[in-house]
């Protein structure tokens, strides 16, 4: 059975960091593009960035509202992959979900507030 | 950026009945090894997102068969046969040509 497993999610103030993880199992992990994609309160799917294998070059592209502030990271050898998300605004709000765009973690909730 | 465009946004339905919903993109889907990849999710209250169906057309593991899709260049449609309860969700359709974007999303109501 394909599982997804995101944490890390936590309350935050404007301008701090957060990291976030995601353990995959029943994937062949290193084989897979990962991907974060978001969802602010009662609005819809953002993608927020993506991780190639390290066999495709490992490059890691982000869409605008966040580039150069998240990082996204993986350790195959762990199954594991990240979110390293600094300099975080109220409009980063949400449930995170980590996934491949065809399978879906539960999600974690980052809530940016003073 | 390629934007996903979804019509209706809101669909009532009755069970039992079609639906249809239809996502226009902003330009074609096509990728450089002949693979368009225009898919639909399918999200129930307090759900992650579930994938329907890949590539225009094909149904992913365990997708009831009511569930289509169709399309080609830029425009594309999700159709369930027969409606049941347990359809009631809002409805993506996501695009993984270039990186990946999403359209507004189509809620489906009884």
């Known amino acids: 059975e394909v599982q997804l497993v995101e944490s890390g999610g936590g309350l935050v103030k404007p301008g701090g960091s957060l990291r976030l993880s995601c353990v995959a199992s029943g994937i062949s992990f290193s084989n897979a593009w990962m991907n974060w994609v978001r969802q602010a309160p009662g609005k819809g799917l953002e993608w927020v960035g993506r991780i190639q294998t390290e066999s495709d070059g490992g490059t890691r592209d982000y869409a605008a509202p966040v580039k150069g502030r998240f990082t996204i990271s993986r350790e195959d050898s762990k199954n594991m992959l990240y979110l390293q998300m600094d300099s975080l605004e109220t409009e980063d709000t949400g449930v995170y979900y980590c996934?491949?765009?065809?399978?879906w973690g539960q999600g974690t909730l980052v809530t940016v507030s003073s | 950026d390629i934007v996903l465009t979804q019509t209706p946004l809101s669909l009532p339905v009755t069970l039992g009945q079609p639906a249809s919903i239809s996502c226009r993109s902003s330009?074609?889907?096509?990728?450089?090894?002949?693979?368009?990849?225009l898919s639909w999710l399918q999200q129930r209250p307090g759900q992650p997102p579930r994938l329907l169906i890949y590539k225009i057309s094909h149904r992913f593991s365990g997708v009831p068969d009511r569930f289509s899709g169709s399309g080609a260049g830029t425009d594309f449609t999700l159709k369930i046969s027969r409606v049941e309860a347990e359809d009631v969700a809002v409805y993506y359709c996501?695009?993984?040509?270039?990186?990946?974007?999403f359209g507004q999303g189509t809620r489906v109501e009884i």
């Open positions: 996501m695009q993984a040509t270039q990186f990946a974007t």
């Open positions: 996934s491949t765009l065809t399978r």
């Open positions: 330009q074609g889907l096509v990728y450089s090894d002949g693979d368009t990849y």
